[in-house]
């Protein structure tokens, strides 16, 4: 499967951007579809996971309450809406797609094979 990811761009402090990536086919409803983001200190950090079937959700702690992870059916496509950003915020964000992980590993980049390019965020402060 191929993902296109879209969205980033530079934003101020406080602002918001909303990340999409579109899969070439979802070719199980099994899949899980995440989002990660690469910095200078990180490789690969967990932002958001999303289960196709059923909508389940999982977000990384500094996430929660600002970020939210959505799915368009119909159109193939994954959204992470992030609000409040932060310098800290600032990254490469990845979006990744992958049939049949389990709970406990939606957070481990090593369990998905199928990863779009990656979009740059930039806050500033």
């Known amino acids: 499967v191929q993902l296109q990811a879209s969205g980033g761009g530079t934003v101020q402090a406080g602002g918001s951007l909303r990340l999409s990536c579109t899969a070439s086919?979802?070719?199980?409803?099994?899949?899980?579809m995440a989002w990660f983001r690469r910095t200078p200190e990180k490789e690969r950090e967990f932002v958001a996971a999303?289960?196709?079937?059923?909508?389940?959700?999982y977000y990384t702690d500094s996430a929660k309450g600002r970020f939210t992870i959505s799915r368009d059916n119909a159109k193939n496509t994954v959204y992470l809406q992030m609000i409040s950003l932060s310098p800290e915020d600032t990254a490469v964000y990845y979006c990744?797609?992958?049939?049949?992980?389990?709970?406990?590993?939606?957070?481990?980049?090593?369990?998905?094979?199928?990863w779009g390019q990656g979009t740059q965020v930039t806050v500033s402060s």
């Open positions: 990744a797609a992958q049939a049949g992980i389990i709970t406990s590993s939606t957070g481990d980049p090593r369990a998905y094979k199928n």
């Open positions: 086919e979802i070719a199980s409803g099994r899949f899980v």
């Open positions: 999303i289960r196709w079937n059923g909508g389940t959700t």
